[in-house]
């Protein structure tokens, strides 16, 4: 079975300074799909950024950004230029390319991301 | 009202009570998932209902019932809770179980099990 792992689960940074989140995951496929989702304090939880594992180029979003690394199974969030608003909960999240009872998303964890001003 | 909403938003019940948890998705997906969110787990999938399949996560507890009336509508019956049972039960949908497609999730119902 998958398994997603958040090893960080506050992290801090300063106010227009980058800070990178971690997640590595487990798995046998070769073709599956990564995620980071927000949730910010009793917001909705919304999609960050996507990455299909057979890309190899690293997915980016405006000021987020990742570093996919598909033999070491790592999908880190950078986080550019922090701002007050991207305090929250992160989420990393695997989804099997199967779809059917396969093909949900597998959530680690999380990280809780403060920001200070 | 655009995107996925939950009723009610909170939720306070006793152990015999019988309550119903509501999800309406007003974006055309073809497929609905109740989640379970409990502090310091990862998110836990319930359920997940769509046009094509329906597919049922066998560790949950036959305390909560899943329906599925339409494509746009979902329910999470609750009757004879536990305590362990109060969390953040989160709704989401997506326009099918296959691809990248991303879940949107609906706001929660933050449930409390006395």
């Known amino acids: 079975a998958q398994t997603v792992t958040q090893s960080q689960p506050e992290m801090s940074v300063q106010e227009a300074e980058t800070v990178t989140l971690s997640c590595t995951y487990d798995?046998?496929?070769?073709?599956?799909?990564l995620f980071w989702y927000k949730q910010p304090p009793s917001r909705q939880m919304i999609l960050v950024i996507r990455q299909e594992a057979y890309k190899q180029q690293n997915a980016t979003e405006n000021r987020f950004s990742v570093n996919f690394q598909k033999a070491a199974k790592s999908f880190s969030l950078k986080i550019s230029d922090s701002q007050l608003g991207d305090a929250a909960m992160y989420f990393c999240a695997y989804r099997t390319s199967y779809g059917g009872s396969q093909g949900n998303l597998i959530f680690g964890k999380g990280t809780k991301l403060s920001v200070k001003p | 009202e655009t995107g996925v909403t939950q009723t009610p938003r909170h939720l306070v019940m006793g152990m015999t009570n019988k309550k119903s948890l509501k999800c309406e998705q007003h974006?055309?997906?073809?497929?609905m998932y109740w989640y379970k969110q409990s502090a310091k787990k990862p998110l836990e999938l319930m359920f997940v209902?769509?046009?094509?399949?329906?597919?049922e996560n066998n560790s949950v507890p036959s305390r909560f019932s899943p329906e599925c009336p339409n494509s746009s509508h979902l329910f999470l019956h609750l009757h004879t809770l536990q305590p362990e049972d109060s969390a953040l039960y989160l709704c989401?949908?997506?326009?099918?179980?296959?691809?990248?497609?991303?879940?949107?999730f609906g706001p929660g119902t933050r449930l409390t099990v006395t």
């Open positions: 209902y769509s046009l094509e399949e329906r597919v």
């Open positions: 989401a949908s997506s326009q099918s179980l296959r691809g990248a497609g991303e879940q949107y």
């Open positions: 798995t046998s496929e070769s073709d599956y799909y």
């Open positions: 974006l055309g997906h073809n497929a």
